[in-house]
């Protein structure tokens, strides 16, 4: 079973590198799809960090 806040990070991943490919079309809204991307990964780490089972606090 996949630990929590794998899928958001894996989702974010795909979803910057998507943002960054776009960057040529559309400057604007490339570096937008990029910035949601990198909060998923954010968000996804945090989880992943939060419920590690070395997580003491």
Do not use: C, K, Q
């Not at 559309?26 to 990964?41: K, S, T, V, Y």
């Amino acid at each position: 079973m996949a630990r929590e806040g794998m899928i958001p990070t894996i989702l974010g991943t795909a979803v910057t590198a998507t943002g960054l490919a776009l960057r040529g079309i559309n400057p604007a809204l490339g570096w937008g799809i990029a910035g949601f991307g990198l909060a998923h990964i954010v968000l996804g780490a945090i989880d992943l960090i939060e419920h590690s089972p070395d997580y003491d606090y």
